[in-house]
T-cell receptor, first 112, second 111 residues
Framework: NAGVTQTPKFQVLKTGQSMTLQCAQD?????MYWYRQDPGMGLRLIYY???????DKGEVPNGYNVSRLNKREFSLRLESAAPSQTSVYFC???????????FGSGTRLTVV | DAKTTQPNSMESNEEEPVHLPCNHS???????IHWYRQLPSQGPEYVIH???SNVNNRMASLAIAEDRKSSTLILHRATLRDAAVYYC????????????FGQGTELSVKP
């Protein structure tokens, strides 16, 4: 089982560029989440999708947009990257509310 | 959002039990208690979760206080591979089950 797959694994952007981080899960989970983790810090929730067709803001949504393309895929878009968005981004999914999450291996993004 | 409080760091000796405490005094009746761990340069890994009763799995045990305001993750025999940051998190039932991470406890294991 692939679990949660994130692409790309590494990315360097220039300030002002845009990009989309992709996330796909093959476990038929209903809920999907995007987190960011800055060095030495815990994870912070950016956006989440409790079920297909719904999305909601998390703790730090500014500068990001998301799309729940279908049940499998949940993408995160940076419209105009800023150095403050340099971070490791993790996607996660869960079957149902309250159940355990499965995390992807992360995307390491650097904005110069 | 409901918050959790954990010690910043703990030390353990290899092959000894480890008890990682967590306080969550503002927990609601429908919030699940989750534990995850994160090894360096990896994504978080699910360890265990529970609602009211104590839970056991192959990785660990979760002891939940009767009033649910605290819990303890128990690693029965620590190994060097258990050295990681351990996060105690509440899953907010009426907010899509989202997990809000705190700072976690950095566990070091001495041989």
């Amino acid at each position: 089982n692939a679990g949660v797959t994130q692409t790309p694994k590494f990315q360097v952007l220039k300030t002002g560029q845009s990009m989309t981080l992709q996330c796909a899960q093959d476990m038929n989970h209903n809920s999907m989440y995007w987190y960011r983790q800055d060095p030495g810090m815990g994870l912070r929730l950016i956006y989440y999708s409790a079920s297909e067709g719904t999305t909601d803001k998390g703790e730090v949504p500014n500068g990001y947009n998301v799309s729940r393309l279908n049940k499998r895929e949940f993408s995160l878009r940076l419209e105009s990257a800023a150095p403050s968005q340099t971070s490791v981004y993790f996607c996660a999914s869960s079957e149902l509310t309250g159940y355990g999450y499965t995390f992807g291996s992360g995307t390491r993004l650097t904005v110069v | 959002d409901a918050k959790t409080t954990q010690p910043n760091s703990m030390e353990s000796n290899e092959e000894e039990p480890v008890h990682l405490p967590c306080n969550h005094s503002t927990i609601s009746g429908t919030d699940y208690i989750h534990w995850y761990r994160q090894l360096p340069s990896q994504g978080p890994e699910y360890v265990i979760h529970g609602l009211t009763s104590n839970v056991n799995n192959r990785m660990a045990s979760l002891a939940i206080a009767e009033d649910r305001k605290s819990s303890t993750l128990i690693l029965h025999r620590a190994t060097l591979r258990d050295a990681a940051v351990y996060y105690c998190i509440l899953s907010i039932y009426n907010q899509g089950g989202k997990l809000i991470f705190g700072q976690g406890t950095e566990l070091s294991v001495k041989p």
